[in-house]
């Protein structure tokens, strides 16, 4: 059975610096996209940071410059770094894999909740 184990998040002060990370069990993501998707109160989940199989990023203009994400094929796991936080960034965070372009599993982890506060 494949899961998403995700870990990291809390709560912070506009400016600050959080990590989230997410291990997969079940499934080696070696030759998948990799993706960190953000759920803001009463909006729906939306793609923010992808990292490609070789290791290309992309993300959305609102987060561009101030998240990281990364990846570890070894350890079969990915980490968003968020760098100078905003309050618009409180939500939760759900890590997520596939095959590629717009395609991903519907495969969820249970969520990081993120709190920002100004």
């Known amino acids: 059975q494949v899961q998403l184990v995700e870990s990291g998040g809390g709560s912070a002060q506009a400016g600050d610096s959080l990590t989230l990370s997410c291990v997969g069990v079940?499934?080696?993501?070696?030759?998948?996209?990799l993706g960190w998707f953000h759920q803001a109160p009463g909006k729906e989940r939306e793609l923010v940071a992808r990292?490609?199989?070789?290791?290309?990023?992309d993300y959305v203009q609102s987060v561009a410059g101030r998240f990281a994400i990364s990846r570890d094929d070894v350890k079969n796991s990915m980490t968003l770094q968020i760098n100078n936080a905003q309050p618009e960034d409180t939500g939760l965070y759900y890590c997520?894999?596939?095959?590629?372009?717009?395609?991903?599993?519907?495969?969820w982890g249970q969520g990081i909740q993120v709190t920002v506060s100004s």
């Open positions: 997520r894999y596939g095959p590629g372009g717009s395609f991903w599993y519907d495969i």
């Open positions: 079940g499934y080696d993501f070696s030759e998948k996209q």
């Open positions: 990292i490609y199989r070789d290791g290309r990023t």
